[in-house]
């Protein structure tokens, strides 16, 4: 089954400098992938959603980049902010056929001091 | 704005009590989750929904058993509670087509003693 990776140990940043958070997976390459930010004692919220053909997409300082190849997604955050410290969370879909269910990365806490 | 509303935010039940938690969403979808997040677990699904009275089992819904009799509604119910089901529960409306995003409510807390 498909299996998630995402770094468990949090990513301490400065103010103002890019955040770099990594998902592999380990399986058959997903037809998309998407990414979700989780606040303390609140469920998750979605930022971005990238499919197989898309190199890269971007949202204002985000961007997320997919490579098949390599079986990872790289999720960046550019000029980062104390107010974007949180979980981000990545997501697959469950299995290879479209049914929309999604299993989850155990997420990586970012914490970006002032 | 999309809503997805869960009824208790916060949960105390003794061992052996059957639980409900009910989720009500507000943007016509189809599909509809239930996941329970642990620390170092991360979010792991117990039932999906993909119509009304249709549901699917997700990757660990031994204990557990989900009700949705109307599109808005999906209940998750815990016949007899265990002290290792004390966990956070997190439900879901997927939005579009079965690519769509995840709209995730605030989520219950339950403690089981």
């Known amino acids: 089954s498909q299996k998630i990776e995402q770094n468990s140990e949090a990513l301490n940043i400065q103010e103002g400098k890019t955040a770099t958070l990594t998902c592999n997976y380990t399986?058959?390459?997903?037809?998309?992938l998407q990414w979700y930010r989780q606040d303390p004692g609140r469920g998750p919220v979605f930022l971005l959603l990238?499919?197989?053909?898309?190199k890269e997409k971007r949202k204002e300082r985000l961007k997320v980049t997919f490579d098949t190849t390599l079986k990872q997604s790289l999720f960046h955050i550019t000029a980062s902010q104390p107010a974007d410290s949180a979980t981000y969370l990545c997501?697959?879909?469950?299995?290879?056929?479209?049914?929309?269910?999604?299993?989850f990365g155990q997420g990586t806490t970012l914490q970006v001091k002032p | 704005d999309v809503k997805v509303t869960q009824s208790s935010r916060y949960l105390v039940k003794r061992t052996g009590e059957k639980v409900f938690l009910e989720c009500v969403q507000d943007?016509?979808?189809?599909?509809m989750f239930w996941y329970r997040q642990d620390p170092g677990l991360g979010l792991r699904l117990i039932y999906f929904?993909?119509?009304?009275?249709?549901?699917e089992k997700g990757d660990i819904p031994e204990g557990y058993s989900v009700s949705r009799e109307k599109k808005e509604r999906f209940s998750l119910i815990l016949e007899s509670a265990s002290t290792n089901q004390t966990s956070m529960y997190l439900c879901?409306?997927?939005?579009?087509?079965?690519?769509?995003?995840?709209?995730f409510g605030e989520g219950s807390r339950l403690t089981v003693l």
């Open positions: 997501a697959l879909p469950a299995g290879s056929s479209n049914t929309g269910k999604l299993i």
């Open positions: 399986n058959y390459s997903p037809a998309y």
């Open positions: 990238i499919r197989e053909n898309e």
């Open positions: 943007m016509d979808h189809e599909n």
């Open positions: 929904s993909y119509d009304v009275k249709m549901k």
């Open positions: 879901a409306g997927q939005g579009g087509a079965n690519t769509g995003e995840l709209f």
